[in-house]
């Protein structure tokens, strides 16, 4: 659970960002034939600086559909970062005429993100627990669902975001529903699948940021409200489609650690003006107070979550690896084409490992005692079935199958 504001004490900060402003640079470019590649010279140039590769890193990534207002969101990230992570919201949050910088952000319609951008000045602070420096790192994400994106397009960018960070902020518009779980469901057991992972938890956090909440009667803002109706929408009941539950199930199985705050609209000007700069003087008072107390809550040095792999924390230098090793798993044709609906795929995919293995054991027999071969009596017969079974069936066992052991078992 994230901490309360009241809770966040600040140690020294040093923003690197102040040698130079810094930019978003494009990490994993989007191909005009959908498919992804890493631009290894852009990522080694963030993650291998001298004051960064032997460091440990804290990933906050921003995923979800398009133009809802990720990057938005992480220029506020970038101006507390900026400012030294203080502990009042009146020392970063800016003057009210100050335009939002950083990420390239713009209302309208048409997607403005591609692919997955990192800032490319990582923010380095000590961490008050470990008492060591860590460098911080921001993540944009193309926005899923657009006119142009497939489905295995969303579904690699999300898995990749997810699989990168220590912490995946799902941004969604109003409220979650129904298919906002199941595009997560899918999302993650690809990111998974990649993995490699069936039964440990094989990420971090997620923290669902619903935007434009308008039910504070019902669930407050903030983080209070957000653990009361996650608790509720993720809530197993007697009767429920067994679709549902396997739903949230999954997600439960997927992540270490789930959140979810609710933030207020940030009112008519932002939604309506094509001229909307992201001035403070335009933006709502209740929206302002509410991103008071989520970004120290991500982003406080006693916040953060540092990224880990298998239990291990990894450095800038381990991060490129994992990068490189994560995109050639997606850049393979081995990982089962993602489709709307999980169970589908994941039946598909183990009905195929199925009929691969007993092909198999058909050939082999069929070396053994198909026609013209001699004959073999019983027992002889016996031990190479029992042997090829075997084989069969560890074949069976090491493909890749979507969905876990509980969905390969069904399959």
Known sequence: TALPISDIRMTAVEDVAREKPGEPIQVVVAKDDHEFELDVNALESVLLRDDVKDKKVAVIAVAGAFRKGKSFLL???????S???????????GADDEPLEGFHWRGGSDRDTTGILMWNRPFIMRHPITNEDVAVLLLDTQGAFDTTSTVKDCATVFALSTMISSV????????IREDDLQ??????EYGRLALAESSAKPFQRLTFLIRDWSYAYEHSYGYKGGEEYLKKLLKMKEGQHEQLKLVREHI???????ACFLLPHPGLTVAENPEFKGRLSDIDEKFKNQLGEFI???LAPRSLVLKAVN?????GRGLVECFKSYIKIFQQDELPEPKSVLEATAEANNLAAQAAALDFYNKQMEKICGG????????????HHATNSERAFQQFKSTRKMGGDEIGRAG
Not at 183 to 188: M, S, V
Request: proline letters at 7%; aromatic letters at 14%; glycine letters at 6%.
């Open 311 to 315: 239990g291990t924390k990894l450095t």
């Open 83 to 93: 400012k030294g992570c203080p502990h009042s919201i009146d020392d970063w949050i």
């Open 183 to 188: 595009h997560l469901q899918l999302f993650a």
């Open 296 to 298: 120290p809550s991500v």
């Open 75 to 81: 220029n506020f990230f970038l101006r507390y970062l």
């Open 372 to 383: 013209g071969k001699p004959f073999i009596s019983p027992t002889e017969l016996e031990t």
């Open 168 to 175: 995946q902020v799902y941004n969604i518009s109003s409220m």
């Open 252 to 258: 439960r199985e997927c992540f270490e650690d789930l």
